[in-house]
């Protein structure tokens, strides 16, 4: 089957499916630093949040941004945030900031 002969239905299947797999790897990938995917992928764990919201509200769902969070994050983003992140680098902010310009 080619990717051009998928119906709608099954298309946001799959995609459905890769982002529980993402978000499921992200979980493994604690020690990734959402400074870091934002600085070499241009995205982290809170734009999927956002981009979790944006899709809700687009189906007229209203949920709160802190529940894409936990979604996203697989538990409280406070409680992600002291267990996991740590203090962003001099260097990791100045590569930040520098691509955001």
């Given at each position: 089957?080619?990717?051009?002969?998928l119906?709608?239905?099954?298309?946001?299947q799959?995609?459905?499916?890769?982002?529980?797999?993402?978000?499921?790897?992200?979980?493994?990938?604690?020690?990734?630093?959402?400074?870091?995917?934002?600085?070499?992928?241009?995205?982290?764990?809170?734009?999927?949040?956002?981009?979790?919201?944006?899709?809700?509200?687009?189906?007229?769902?209203?949920?709160?941004?802190?529940?894409?969070?936990?979604?996203?994050?697989?538990?409280?983003?406070?409680?992600?945030?002291?267990?996991?992140?740590?203090?962003?680098?001099?260097?990791?902010?100045?590569?930040?900031?520098?691509?955001?310009?």
């Amino acid at each position: 089957m080619k990717i051009d002969d998928l119906t709608p239905e099954l298309q946001t299947q799959l995609e459905a499916a890769v982002l529980k797999r993402l978000i499921a790897h992200l979980d493994t990938r604690s020690d990734v630093q959402n400074i870091d995917l934002m600085n070499m992928a241009g995205f982290c764990r809170n734009c999927l949040s956002k981009w979790y919201l944006a899709a809700a509200q687009e189906q007229h769902i209203a949920l709160e941004y802190e529940d894409a969070r936990e979604r996203i994050y697989g538990m409280p983003y406070e409680t992600w945030k002291q267990q996991h992140q740590k203090e962003a680098s001099q260097e990791q902010l100045a590569t930040f900031n520098t691509r955001k310009e």
